[in-house]
């Protein structure tokens, strides 16, 4: 059974940081792309950041150098360091692993709330 749980979700202040982690069971970690998107309320889903399993990573613009995506497979967990947030990073944040098919996560963890707000 694949399991994808995500942590470190929170209320922080704008300009400030937060580290989320997302911890995988049930794959074959090593060999996926992972990423992290993010769903605010009332807008669709956007595609924040993803690491392959040879460690390239991606970033949407709207995040590009504040954020800052990573893993460790001997753990078998990608992290997503945020920083500098703002009020509009507001949102769920989900963890999902892709495999072979482009643009296709196969699975997603619950996901977890991350509050920017004075």
């Known amino acids: 059974q694949v399991q994808l749980v995500e942590s470190g979700g929170g209320l922080v202040q704008p300009g400030g940081s937060l580290r989320l982690s997302c911890a995988a069971s049930?794959?074959?970690?090593?060999?996926?792309?992972m990423a992290w998107h993010r769903q605010a309320p009332g807008k669709q889903r956007e595609l924040v950041a993803t690491i392959s399993p040879a460690d390239s990573t991606n970033y949407a613009d709207s995040i590009k150098g504040r954020f800052t995506i990573s893993r460790d497979n001997t753990k078998n967990t990608v992290f997503l360091q945020m920083s500098s947030l703002k009020p509009e990073d507001t949102a769920v944040y989900y963890c999902?692993?892709?495999?072979?098919?482009?643009?296709?996560?196969?699975?997603w963890g619950q996901g977890t709330q991350v509050t920017v707000s004075s």
């Open positions: 049930g794959i074959i970690f090593s060999r996926y792309t």
């Open positions: 999902a692993a892709r495999g072979l098919v482009p643009g296709y996560y196969a699975y």
